[in-house]
């Protein structure tokens, strides 16, 4: 698959999450906007840190001081499209920073979700191409999927090579059913990570 195709074609957002529940057991996770109220639907689980601030683009660079000062864990931030373009200068701090145990995925529906469902200033026409974006201040590794059986092909490979890694998933739309659930209360929330980080 070509990537114009691969930047075309979607699969659904919910499995291309499972995907990613299903190959990360051990890891930090921190989810924020639409994947902050998906993931806990599909796993809760202890090293996961899910929220919804209200600044946009945050999720990256709370992940980035989580890899650093958790050198021996793998840490997976999983952002919106609309969020990360909010804070691309974060990707310029990972890359400098260098954490090899740092994994980007972008989840690319081409919509603000959690704000109403507005386009982002990117189209069919003219894609924004995240992995140039990467490549452009040194990330060590990309990939991007948007067929659902290529990328649960490929999950668990890409996911264990060496990072800085970004990896963008063409996904649809998020359910509303997905969309109304709350994420889990942030105290518990803190109070489990904590207790985590320290066994």
């Known amino acids: 698959m070509t990537r114009q195709d691969e930047a075309r074609s979607t699969m659904p957002v919910v499995d291309a999450i499972q995907v990613l529940?299903?190959?990360?057991?051990?890891?930090?996770?921190?989810t924020n906007q639409s994947s902050a109220r998906t993931w806990p639907k599909l796993a809760r689980r202890?090293?996961?840190?899910?929220y919804n601030p209200s600044t946009m683009g945050g999720a990256v660079s709370?992940?980035?001081?989580?890899?650093?000062?958790?050198?021996?864990?793998?840490?997976l931030c999983v952002s919106g499209d609309g969020a990360l373009l909010m804070n691309?200068?974060?990707?310029?701090?990972?890359?400098?920073?260098?954490?090899?145990?740092?994994?980007?995925?972008?989840?690319?529906n081409g919509r603000y979700e959690?704000?109403?469902?507005?386009?982002?200033?990117?189209?069919?026409a003219k894609p924004l191409d995240y992995l140039a974006l990467a490549r452009s201040v040194s990330w060590e590794q990309g990939?991007?999927?948007?067929?659902?059986?290529?990328?649960?092909?490929?999950?668990?490979?890409?996911?264990?090579?060496?990072?800085?890694s970004l990896l963008r998933l063409a996904v649809g739309q998020t359910p509303l059913e997905y969309l109304k659930s709350?994420?889990?209360?942030?105290?518990?929330?803190?109070?489990q990570f904590r207790a985590a980080l320290q066994s």
């Open 143 to 164: 990939a991007e999927f948007g067929e659902l059986t290529a990328w649960r092909t490929a999950a668990a490979k890409f996911l264990s090579l060496p990072g800085p």
């Open 46 to 50: 202890l090293l996961d840190l899910h």
């Open 88 to 108: 691309l200068g974060a990707l310029v701090t990972v890359a400098a920073c260098a954490p090899n145990n740092l994994v980007v995925c972008v989840l690319d």
């Open 182 to 191: 709350p994420t889990p209360p942030m105290k518990q929330q803190l109070q």
């Open 114 to 124: 959690v704000t109403g469902g507005q386009q982002l200033p990117t189209s069919d």
């Open 21 to 30: 529940v299903d190959n990360t057991a051990d890891w930090i996770v921190v």
């Open 62 to 75: 709370l992940a980035l001081g989580l890899a650093l000062a958790q050198p021996q864990r793998r840490v």
